[in-house]
Structures are given as C-alpha cells and as structure tokens.
C-alpha cells in the first residue's frame, strides 16, 4: 500500500511517502498558498519513489488551518442563536479573573469571538430534565435570518439544556435551511452536547466560525489531488491524535484545532514500542513554535478541553503545551533591558538572517549557526549554504551591543533563553499535571528540536534523550500512522449507587450507532474497527471529572465496581486523597469508535560495516558556554547506523535536522536508527 502524509508547519511543509515498504522524505519551505507547497512535496516524494500519484490509496494531512483562521482572527462572518437571556454567556464565560495581578486597569482581553450585535435571543426553553418548559417561536426565528447582516457566512445555535434534549436547536437548523441555505451552521446537539453553558457555547460559536474557511481549504485540495491524479482518500489530522476522512472533517473543523502537532505524539507511542520507554515527553520545536505533550504507559494524555483564543472549547485533545520557541524566534530587547525570544518568529519568510532571504532580526537560528553547533554549508542536506557573517552582523548589532556583551556571550544568552522557556513548557504537561519528568524519556524532534532537546533534558533533570530517525519529519511520519478516529459523547448526571443500568446502556448504543453511521460514511472495512468506553466521573459536589475506561463494552453491577475502584486510585494520584463521604458521579459517557490503520512491521536496518569515525566529517570549534570553546567532531547522520556509538559533545548531522549531544551525554545508534541519547 503507497501512503502519503503531510504535515504543513508554519516554517516547513514535510511530506512522508511510504511505497513499497520504503519511506522516502521530502522537506520544502511552506508557501503563502499552502497548497501549492503540499502539492510540491508529493510530486518531489512520487518523483524520488518512482512512483505515481495515482499510486497513492491514503493521504493523511496535519494541518494548522483552523489554528490558525482562529487565532489570526480570519475566521467566517459569524452569528449566534440563543436562548432569550442568554445573549452574553459568550462574553461572560466562566467568570474568571483573566488577570494574575489583584487590581489591573491596563489588561487586555481577547474580544468575544462573535460581537454582541450579531448574538440574538429567541424565545425558547428546556428544563434540566430535557422536557420542554417553553416552546420555541419560530416566528422569532424567521425574524433573526431576515435580519442578519449580508455579510454573514456561518451561524452557530446554543440553546440551554440543549444536550438534553436538541430538538430546538435542530428545527431551527431546519429553519436556517430553508430561509437562507447558503449560511453555514452549526449547532450544539450535534457539535458538543455535555453540560457546563459557557464551554458548549464556545465550542459550537469556534465551529461555525472555522466551518467556511476549513470546508473550503479541503474541497481545494480534494481537488488539486483530483488534478494530479491522486484518488486516494484524503484524511485530516484531529486534535484527539486520530483522523477523520474529509467528508467529515469539513462538518466537524472544531475538532481539528490542533491537528498538526498531534502527529508527532503518535509517532513517539511507536517510538516507544520500539525503545521500550513507555514514558515519554514529546518536544517538537520547529521554526515557528515549540510542542509538548506526554505519553504515559503507552498512551497520550488527554484533556476534555482547551483554551484558545481567550476561550474555552470542549475536545477531546491530546494534552500539547504550544510556546512561541522555534529556530525562527526573533532575539529582541524589552524596554527594560532584558533578553526576549519570539513570541515573533521569523517564519521561513524572509527567514533567519542566516538564510539570506532578507531576514533583518537575529533568531534562534542564527545564534546556532554562530555558536558552531550548525554547519553553514551542509544545512538542511545541503540544500543551501549560511551565511554566517550575516549571522554575526545581526546578533552583535541588535543584541551584544545593546546589552554590553561579547558575541559569543549573546549567542549563548539567546540559546539559554530560549531553552528555558521551552522547559517551562514542559513543566506545564508534566509537573503542573503531577508527572515528574525526571521518570520519562524526551524525545526530540522537529526541524529545531534536536539542537536543544539535550539541553532542555539538562534542565529538567531528565536522563535519556530518543531522537527519532528523520527526526525533521516526525510529525508528519505520525500522521501516516494514525487511526481514523471519532469521539461522541453525552452528559448523564447520577450517581453509581442510584445509576439505571438500562439507561445508560441505552446511551452507550445510541452512541455507537453514531459512530458506526461515521465509519459507515467514510467506508471503513468492519474487520478494521473497534470501540472503547469511558466515562467522566467526579465525587458529587466537584467541579472537575477524571476520565476513566469502562472495562467492556456494558454497564451492569461489575464493570461499574471496577470503574469506581479505578478513578478512585486515580484521584488519590492526582489529587492525594480518596473521598469516603460522597458517591461518585457519572458525568458522562463517551464512546469512541476507531478505524485501525495497518501499521507496516519496520525491518530493523543493517549494521554497518564501518566504525563511526568512518562517518566522522571533521571537527569545528563550538562554543559551549560564555568561557569555554571545544573542538567538536561533526559526523554525517546517514553514515550513523546501528551499534554506533557517539560520545559528547558531538553533531550529527542529519538531511532534515541537527542532533547536538553536549559533554554531559553519551548515545547510541538503535536497530531502527533512532539515536539513544544517556547522561554520562
């Protein structure tokens, strides 16, 4: 089977073709028209592989569209439906100080996503029960679509209790259709139905805001790979670290708010099989951003919801810390004479300095480059030379000279910044979620991510540091691994002790239904599927759930028992204490149904003849710290293979990235090429 996976970054568009049990990688700077970009890596891929676009039966994409359009604030004209006295929860939200600081006249907040002028109240209401306390008026209904601005594209409906019971939201769906059926919309029932008001407003205003623009992103690709030739079908990246086939993810853009970062997760759950850590922290830095997530036993951490854009949006996703730190990252100087990187990022234009497109300002890039931890004419597989000298102009000018420092000590200063600030995002999926990085394993990957995951390990006081074969490439690597994957949920409230074991049974198979109509739709193969249950419990009377699995796939006395014992000993991890004075209460149900995808049996590579010096390419001085310089040997990545072993400090220079081990590390080269980086 020929797949094809691409991820677009913000800085690089990397493509993974897998023909004939061969991975072949193709990295291209991502373009201004994304999918031109994408389009140029497949054919570059096909053209290496020797094979076909037509060849190709499965396209998996890791895309930052909807990101993107969210934050960017270039999203869908966009109104809201709502209960009447209900107008403002969008604005009010759950009521927060947003402000660290006790008394702040200057702070600023992000505006609403959808402004008071377009949210519009219609008279309607559902009792807690689901019963219908008053009915809808669709006279007001009809009212609200006539007078909606022309330049209205998407309309979102929340009404209260909606998860309920949805039927106002959808006879007014309904309604929409027939009155305006060029509006785009998007109501709760179908796009969050679980309690708490604000989030499942939110969740459903994010969907309709992003529906236009992410339908119409995929409909262009569908048909630029129409054009190449390409019938494969087209998967989309999710949030949860599955994917959706696009027939589905242009009805559901909500939930790929963060699709292209998770594709890497995935790869380091393989990784982990591979290496035996089933422990990991994931650090992706590229050129824009720096991504984080954790893998225990096995399997990512989750979060039910996130906040973007100043709001807070239901899920699932997989837990990634996002910070501005990437090779781009612009050094600059606050106003009060402190060293800042990013969040501003240079991008792949103009680029760094060093790149020689016009980049003015110093980036993370360039102080690599002057540090001699990057070879000016062996960068990215030689595509194209540093230039070094520019490298240094911009530094010295912008950075040494304002603050009174060497070269040398501002490189180094702008290397240790940035290194602190991703490990500070690691600490936020780790030790702010009660893990102790100090008992995992960093993986480091990405464009950027191999020249500073050592030494974010240094900080965090973590011993062993995997880099990925193609560590440039891991993420998109991951979403040619991915399962197609959906999540359904609904919102039950009521304790264990009292719970009615046929109802819930009852919304277990209402659910499945969902998802089998979902993997039905996407013609996924039925000996390909499979279903896993979880519910959402809390102590009666708390404000926040834990996740656990059902074990089976019905409630009755046992599986309920044995669910209450489980979070039980999760919460007294999390939280450090079990809760002997109230019942547990089931929130709710999930089901989440999975179209497995075939993971092809990696061959473990050959030894190689030659000892590593034979791949050594010479030696170059590298500044270490502000008073000490080594001489260094650089070894060439493709010449590394397995039994290699490589002592720090060290480069490794790979086609797609640069591995740096500092004196404090020691590695080896595995079966599978992964270099295996150990404190000495």
């Not at 140029?40 to 053209?47: M, S, V």
Request: proline fraction near 5%; hydrophobic fraction near 40%.
């Amino acid at each position: 089977m020929h797949r094809v996976s691409v991820d677009t970054g913000g800085t690089f568009t990397d493509t993974v073709l897998l023909a004939d049990g061969v991975v072949h990688t193709v990295k291209t700077p991502t373009t201004d028209d994304l999918i031109t970009g994408i389009m140029t890596g497949i054919e570059r891929a096909c053209d290496d592989a020797a094979v076909s676009p037509a060849d190709i039966e499965r396209f998996t994409h890791g895309s930052t569209v909807a990101v993107n359009a969210l934050i960017e604030g270039e999203g869908a004209t966009t109104a809201l439906i709502t209960t009447r006295g209900f107008r403002d929860v969008l604005e009010i939200g759950r009521g927060f100080r947003r402000s660290e600081l006790l008394y702040d006249p200057c702070g600023t907040y992000e505006p609403p996503l959808i402004p008071r002028r377009r949210r519009y109240e219609v008279t309607e209401r559902m009792g807690v029960d689901g019963e219908v306390a008053t009915p809808l008026a669709l006279s007001e209904v009809d009212d609200v679509v006539e007078r909606l601005p022309d330049d209205v594209e998407a309309v979102a409906v929340c009404f209260l209790h909606a998860h309920k019971n949805g039927a106002h939201e959808r006879q007014v769906a309904e309604r929409i259709a027939e009155l305006a059926p060029d509006l785009e919309v998007s109501i709760s029932v179908a796009v969050s139905p679980e309690i708490r008001e604000y989030r499942r407003t939110a969740t459903t205003a994010v969907d309709a805001y992003l529906k236009p623009k992410v339908a119409s992103y995929i409909s262009q690709l569908e048909a630029e790979c129409e054009a190449a030739g390409m019938s494969a079908a087209l998967d989309i990246m999710k949030s949860d670290g599955g994917s959706a086939r696009s027939v589905i993810a242009k009805e559901r853009p909500v939930t790929q708010t963060v699709s292209g970062p998770v594709g890497g997760v995935k790869t380091a759950q393989y990784l982990g099989e591979q290496t035996g850590l089933q422990n990991l922290i994931t650090f992706d830095m590229g050129g824009t951003s720096c991504d984080t997530a954790i893998v225990v036993d096995g399997e990512p951490v989750e979060t039910a919801y996130r906040d973007l854009r100043g709001m807070t949006i239901n899920g699932p996703f997989v837990n990634i810390e996002t910070v501005g730190a990437g090779g781009g990252s612009i050094a600059w100087i606050d106003e009060v004479g402190s060293l800042q990187l990013g969040p501003q990022s240079a991008g792949s234009v103009p680029g760094p300095v060093c790149y020689g497109r016009g980049g003015e300002q110093p980036t993370v890039t360039d102080a690599d480059l002057v540090l001699g931890l990057l070879n000016p004419e062996n960068f990215a597989g030689g595509e194209f030379d540093l230039d070094a000298a520019a490298a240094e102009t911009a530094i010295r000018e912008r950075v040494a000279e304002p603050l009174d420092l060497s070269l040398e000590e501002a490189a180094v200063g702008i290397k240790t910044v940035i290194d602190a600030n991703m490990a500070g995002a690691v600490r936020t999926v780790s030790v702010e979620e009660g893990f102790d990085p100090r008992e995992f394993g960093l993986v480091g990957y990405g464009g950027a991510g191999p020249m500073h995951a050592c030494d974010v390990a240094l900080e965090l006081g973590i011993e062993t540091v995997v880099f990925p074969d193609n560590p440039g490439l891991t993420s998109a690597m991951g979403c040619l691994l991915s399962d197609i994957k959906h999540d359904y949920v609904r919102s039950v409230l009521t304790t264990v002790d009292v719970a009615d074991h046929d109802a819930l049974n009852a919304v277990v198979d209402d659910l499945q239904r969902d998802g089998t109509a979902d993997l039905d739709a996407e013609e996924v193969p039925a000996d390909s599927r499979s279903v896993a249950i979880s519910m959402d419990l809390r102590y009666l009377g708390q404000a926040h759930n834990l996740n656990v699995a059902l074990d089976g796939d019905r409630v009755d006395d046992a599986t309920l028992a044995d669910i209450v014992e489980r979070f039980e000993r999760r919460h007294e991890d999390r939280y450090g204490f079990v809760d002997e004075r109230n019942p547990v209460e089931i929130v709710n149900v999930r089901v989440t149904t999975i179209g497995h995808t075939a993971i092809p049996e990696r061959q473990p590579a050959a030894a190689p003849d030659a000892p590593v010096d034979a791949a050594k390419r010479g030696t170059r001085e590298v500044v270490l710290d502000e008073e000490t310089t080594a001489e260094v040997p650089f070894y060439d990545g493709n010449a590394v293979g397995p039994g290699h072993e490589l002592s720090g400090p060290a480069v490794v220079e790979l086609d797609n990235s640069t591995v740096w081990l500092p004196p404090e590390f020691d590695a080896t080269v595995d079966a599978y090429r992964n270099i295996v980086a150990r404190r000495n």
